[in-house]
């Protein structure tokens, strides 16, 4: 390892990284000298990270598929482990807003689709790379959340519930595997980011008065080489 590239050699999975927060993460990982594999449903947007990526000198795979389908999950996590043996770095990014909706109105089959990405995909992807995790010397979990899933607001109840079993999830996970010391796993609220979800949930917004997703992508790679506990949740201002 170098100053410069502080995660040559190491292999890193994005999830929903064909924009906003999870291309820049994905692109910030390549710069300091990972092999970033990226996902999302969308190839031709992976395509255009990976190519930056490429022109940067970074190195990355793109993997186009459904997280909410199990079975890809799996064939990925196997695709893998044939080819690395393990892995070192998981950030866990994509996720659904769905409608902004009271309590009382929210739609339940949409509700499903919320928890379907949010909730279950994450629980799933945790379960296939459990294994490839523990082979690293040591790894890293980080798991973008937001300030709903901790502090419940009018009208996000949906996401927010989403976001709160999310955390949820990834504590008890920190929990679990504390003892081994060998993976560290951290909650990561993004506070108010010009992304694409941003604008859909703020129409009325400025987006020139937000920070872009590079500046938590730089907040990430940081978080990734510090010193941080187990378990902790981190909040980006």
Do not use: C
Not at 164 to 170: C, D, Q
Request: overall charge negative; cysteine-free.
């Amino acid at each position: 390892m170098t100053d410069t590239k502080p995660f040559d050699g190491k292999l890193a999975l994005v999830t929903g990284a064909s924009r906003g927060i999870g291309a820049a993460t994905a692109e910030a990982l390549a710069a300091a000298g990972a092999h970033v594999i990226l996902t999302a449903r969308t190839a031709a947007a992976l395509e255009e990270v990976e190519d930056r990526i490429h022109a940067a000198g970074g190195a990355a795979t793109i993997a186009p598929m459904d997280l909410t389908e199990a079975d890809h999950i799996k064939k990925l996590a196997d695709a893998v482990a044939e080819r690395w043996g393990s892995l070192d770095l998981l950030i866990l990014n994509a996720a659904m807003l769905g409608s902004l909706s009271p309590v009382e109105h929210l739609d339940p089959k949409e509700l499903g689709r919320v928890f379907a990405l949010n909730v279950h995909a994450n629980q799933a992807l945790i379960a296939a790379f459990d294994p490839l995790l523990r082979r690293a010397a040591k790894a890293e979990i980080i798991g973008i959340t937001s300030s709903v899933g901790s502090e419940p607001r009018a009208f996000w109840g949906g996401y927010g519930a989403s976001k709160a079993a999310f955390e949820t999830l990834l504590g008890a996970y920190a929990d679990e595997t504390a003892h081994a010391g060998k993976l560290r796993i951290r909650i990561l609220d993004p506070g108010a980011t010009r992304t694409r979800m941003r604008q859909l949930a703020f129409p009325g917004e400025e987006p020139e008065s937000l920070k872009g997703p590079e500046v938590v992508a730089a907040a990430i790679v940081a978080q990734l080489q510090g010193e941080g506990a187990t378990g902790s949740r981190i909040t980006i201002d």
